[in-house]
Nanobody, 121 residues
């Protein structure tokens, strides 16, 4: 069972690090959903950390990484903007050991409960 944590309230320009616990050695992604908007892809990382993918809106500001010993995937978020405000979810695709990074939410099998990130201006 995935569990996302690390959200909170931060001023614009600040940083937060989200954690996704219990993500086994498989493709893991981060998605977010702002009020009144559809869930959107943020970032993803392959089972061994060999490949990553980012949404254009977060490239250069967010970094996804993983520690397979602790079974945790991280999302380091820097230079946060008010438009980053959303509930962030981590998701994993069951037993996926390819180098392909999927960005569609429908591909993922397991989802965490979400953590709120609020960026004030």
């Amino acid at each position: 069972q995935l569990q996302a944590s690390g959200g909170g309230l931060v001023q614009a320009g600040g940083s937060l690090r989200l954690s996704c616990a219990a993500s086994g050695r498989t493709l893991t992604g981060w998605f977010r959903q702002a009020p009144g908007k559809e869930r959107e892809f943020v970032a993803a990382i392959t089972w061994n950390g060999g490949s990553t993918s980012y949404a254009d809106s977060v490239k250069g500001r967010f970094t996804v990484s993983r520690d397979n010993v602790s079974k945790t995937v991280y999302l380091q978020m820097n230079s946060l903007k008010p438009e980053d405000t959303a509930v962030y979810y981590c998701a994993a695709k069951k037993s996926f050991y390819s180098s392909v990074v999927h960005t569609k939410s429908s591909v993922y099998d397991y989802w965490g409960q979400g953590t709120q990130v609020t960026v004030s201006s």
